[in-house]
């Protein structure tokens, strides 16, 4: 079509030919302007004026920044937002007035409003809060109970739950009692016995876990038996997301994928169908568990002594109150009166009777300062639960 016109063939006769309008003819002759026809620029182009009619020109989104600076640093009643401005070009009789909504366009392409747009930041690894966890050269176990579970027409059932952090082992003891900080040992027990100990343990503050909080500096049965493996107890900040992710996460799935999703006639039943799921969960998770820390061999000859002196480190996370300090083990510690409600590493050492205090910010995980170093001393005084 623009070859017979560029030929000398009438615009009109050229349109007749191809059956099209004389404005398309027009168009696209135009777009040639007498270049070769291998190098003139084909592509659609959208339809109308290249700037919309209606768009605000650039001196009047120029005078609308303006007016919000002088605002924001002159204005009486210190209000600077579309509406201030708004009256301020009305007070100034510019004619066409913008709306508010042109306005609060205005602001927000011109990069206005950037600063007031939320951060969101990059969430910390897990295990962040213990520095060779985070860093891959010790694994970490968390266990947890799943409550108020009923067989049908059968006895209520507790569950208790256990997964390694960095290698996704799973573990699962359903059973019809209420579980207690003996079958919490045992279990433990079992569980390293055939894969080995990792070097930290975590809980929640149940009182099966860290022991009954009637009296100070109670150590209970399940922290003991950690201490005496040489395996670290770690007990998560109560009422915090995020620290207990991990078994949470696990909890959820044991009872979508075991519980929710069959009917299970007996405590039996339950069992075995718990048994195959946690089969089938560290079969997938294979090359995971392989590529995980090492774990520790158990100690043939172990035996639990709950008379023993506890011996050994214990770490709380805990968040500090408004004048900085921290409840633990029925004692208030003063940590820090320039970090009031914020997160701190607790790191009790039995063996040498202190306690440090380390700050924790999930923005800057890597940077976990001492702040304050106390002396504890454990009273030497028989087990009792």
């Not at 190098?39 to 650039?58: F, H, I, L, Q, Y």
């Not at 100690?299 to 300090?325: M, S, Y």
């Amino acid at each position: 079509m623009v070859r017979a016109a560029q030929e000398g063939v009438p615009l009109r006769a050229v349109a007749t030919q191809f059956r099209v309008a004389l404005s398309t003819v027009q168009r696209w002759v135009k777009r040639a302007d007498k270049q070769r026809l291998d190098r003139v620029d084909w592509e659609d182009r959208p339809c109308g004026a290249p700037t919309p009619v209606n768009r605000t020109t650039v001196d009047r989104e120029d005078l609308i920044l303006t007016i919000r600076q002088q605002l924001r640093e002159e204005s009486d009643l210190g209000e600077y937002g579309a509406a201030a401005i708004r009256r301020e070009l009305e007070k100034r009789k510019i004619k066409p007035l913008p709306s508010l909504r042109t306005i609060g366009y205005v602001l927000k392409r011109r990069g206005a409003l950037d600063s007031r747009q939320r951060v969101r930041q990059v969430a910390p690894r897990p295990g962040w809060y213990l520095p060779d966890v985070v860093k891959g050269r010790a694994e970490l176990d968390s266990f947890d109970i799943v409550e108020g579970l009923v067989i049908k027409d059968g006895p209520q059932v507790e569950v208790f739950n256990g997964v390694s952090l960095h290698g996704g082992l799973v573990v699962s003891w359903p059973r019809e009692q209420t579980v207690t900080a003996e079958f919490v040992t045992e279990a433990l027990v079992e569980h390293w016995r055939a894969f080995g100990r990792p070097t930290y343990a975590q809980f929640d503050n149940d009182p099966i876990f860290q022991g009954a909080q009637v009296h100070p500096d109670v150590i209970g049965r399940v922290i003991r038996t950690c201490l005496s493996l040489d395996v670290v107890p770690v007990f998560a900040p109560p009422r915090e997301t995020g620290f207990q992710a991990a078994i949470e996460g696990y909890n959820g799935r044991w009872q979508a994928k075991v519980w929710v999703r069959f009917q299970h006639p007996s405590l039996e039943a339950l069992r075995d169908r718990s048994d195959r799921y946690v089969i089938a969960h560290r079969a997938r998770s294979v090359a995971r568990i392989e590529a995980a820390p090492a774990r520790r061999p158990f100690p043939p000859k172990w035996k639990l002594d709950l008379q023993a002196h506890p011996r050994g480190r214990i770490v709380f996370i805990r968040r500090t109150n408004e004048k900085g300090e921290v409840q633990l083990l029925g004692h208030t510690f003063v940590v820090d009166a320039t970090w009031p409600n914020r997160l701190v590493r607790a790191d009790l050492n039995l063996t040498k009777g202190r306690i440090c205090f380390y700050t924790l910010r999930r923005r800057a995980s890597d940077q976990q300062p001492m702040v304050a170093e106390l002396a504890y001393k454990l009273p030497e005084r028989k087990f009792h639960e």
